[in-house]
């Protein structure tokens, strides 16, 4: 791909943290702080921070389509770097529509313009689905369809980072019946790269990390799905705290028994941790505060593709009524779903013996004090 780069006399992120009244300091931490997010060994570190001093800021277009605003509401919580960071010194942000000041036609205008100025280089970030049929119109934002306006600003894009399911997949709106013939960024864009940043909403430093590795580096390292391996390359279940209780055959069978105030294994009650690749075990959520096993909630798989229609949130894998009938990705799920239950009838017969032992040991239990 061409690289994303400025429009015309765009400061470099380091000028940008410095007219803004950052000092250098201030600057070489947040290159550390998404280093670190990035996993980067110490010499990406430092050619990420030399890439950021000497780089003019890319011009970022941010499209929204079929969606609930869920993910824009996670990216203003992205704690490092901050959506501030991101959008006052990291890139030029020359349309949103939810956080710019400019409305109508003057807005249009200004992303008509920013387009001119940085043909070929800009980065196109979309949320939301993309309606098909009658020429898109189901999602018109500013009398132009979602899908001309897809077309339209893709063609001068050097890559598009679809963020969301929705973008990413489809999401919620191709969710069965569809019934507006919704589609995923990539199904349309076909002739550049495609990121997708996946979640129903994704992790927000997911967000704003694959921007800054796109600015320094360019396109990640993409699973199958075109989603970062950085970010994608484990399942929940393999970084997941209550894994121990998993290999155990310790499981809460329902959300106020015994297992579940122990913090057990949710698997049983319909747990996706073991089919979803995601981050939220090890990154969280809210500045790293928790995520929802650790609220007491099994993973729904929300980043993975047609997880609406996969089926039911609270039965276990084992049991196959998840994963039937949605085409390749799903036979996966259903054959790690069949050697899970095998795990899980094996546990199962472990399981009591455990249990005993392991309640006992537990600081709340009248014996264990
Ligand atoms: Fe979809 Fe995002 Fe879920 Fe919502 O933009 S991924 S419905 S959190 O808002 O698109």
Known sequence: MSEPSPAVDEPTVLESFQQNGFSRRTFLKFCAATASLLALPAAEAAVLAENLATKPRPTVIYLSFQECTGCLESLTRSFSPTLEHLIFNVVSLAYNDTLQAAAGESAEAAREDAMRKAWGKYVLVVDGAIPRPLDGAYCVVGGKSALASLQHVAEGAAAVIAVGTCAAFGGLPLANP???????????????????????????????????????????????????????????????????????????????????????????????????????????????????????HGCLGCSEPGFWDRGDFYHPLSTGRWGSGMGEKLAVAAVAGAVLGGAAAVAGRQRQKARNDASTQHPDHPEAK
């Open 178 to 296: 569809n019934p507006t013939g919704a589609v995923a960024v990539q199904d349309l864009v076909r002739d550049k790269p495609v990121i997708n940043l996946s979640g129903c909403p994704p992790i927000p430093e997911i967000i704003t990390g694959s921007v800054v590795y796109l600015l320094s580096f360019g396109v990640p390292e993409l699973d199958e799905h075109r989603r970062p391996k950085v970010f994608f390359g484990n399942t929940i279940h393999d970084r997941c705290y209550r894994r121990p209780f998993y290999d155990k055959g310790l499981f809460a069978t329902s959300f106020d028994d015994e297992g579940a105030r122990n913090g057990w294994c949710l698997y049983e009650l319909g747990c996706k941790g073991p089919t979803t690749y995601n981050s939220c075990a090890t990154m969280k959520w809210n500045g790293g505060t928790s995520f929802p096993i650790e609220s007491g």
